[in-house]
């Protein structure tokens, strides 16, 4: 007996320790405030991106609906010139950390309104790339990260689904004639789209829902 009780108690204490340590290093998940998100988005974003996320000047995105992870890293690569962008880096120069994770979360809980496609006689050829990629030009589908209802994947490929086609062209171009170089993957991809193919698709992802 003299020598379990020792044993148990310090089976008891290393037990303890490992997870007060386990406790310790998980990372705390944020809380954001969204009443100061709602405050910051209307004074910094709202003119451009709509008052609830959904712009309706189609060359700027909709961030309804965003996953919020994707926006606050959007944020920091404008603030730290990674993503190239004169007018975000002038309203991302302002945000602390702390605002855009607020307006990340306060936006991304808005819902994003239905978008359409217009160009009927590429719906197909959008549909085609969308959904399969073109295989003999090792274009893979897009749906293999963005998910095939638009929806994406938090924290790590974006929400697509209703986006402005208009939009959704800039960027691909700007990924395949390296302006925006702030996703290797995706500059792998648009490089080998051409102006047809890159308006076929963002049309399409226009109209998922």
């Not at 451009?48 to 919020?68: E, F, M, R, V, W």
């Not at 924290?155 to 171009?173: C, D, F, H, I, K």
């Not at 390296?178 to 080998?192: F, Y």
Request: aromatic residues 8%.
């Amino acid at each position: 007996m003299k020598l379990i009780a020792p044993l148990l108690i310090a089976g008891f204490l290393a037990a303890f320790s490992f997870s007060a340590v386990a406790n310790e290093a998980a990372p705390a998940k944020y809380k954001p405030d969204l009443a100061k998100g709602e405050a910051s988005y209307g004074a910094v974003c709202a003119a451009c991106h709509g008052p609830d996320g959904n712009s309706i000047a189609p060359i700027y995105p909709k961030l309804a609906q965003q996953h919020p992870e994707y926006l606050v890293k959007q944020l920091t690569e404008f603030k730290g010139g990674k993503r190239a962008n004169p007018i975000m880096l002038g309203f991302a120069s302002t945000l602390s950390e702390e605002d855009m994770k607020n307006i990340s979360y306060w936006v991304g809980n808005k819902t994003a309104k239905p978008g359409f496609a217009k160009e009927k006689d590429l719906v197909t050829l959008g549909e085609r790339i969308y959904r399969g990629g073109i295989a003999d030009r090792q274009i893979p589908a897009c749906a293999g990260c963005h998910s095939p209802n638009g929806a994406g994947i938090p924290a790590q490929y974006p929400r697509l689904a209703g986006q402005n086609a208009e939009y959704a062209v800039l960027q691909l171009t700007a990924f395949r004639d390296g302006v925006r170089n702030n996703s290797l993957p995706m500059t792998q991809v648009a490089a080998k789209l051409n102006d047809r193919e890159i308006k076929a698709v963002s049309d399409y992802i226009a109209g998922l829902q």
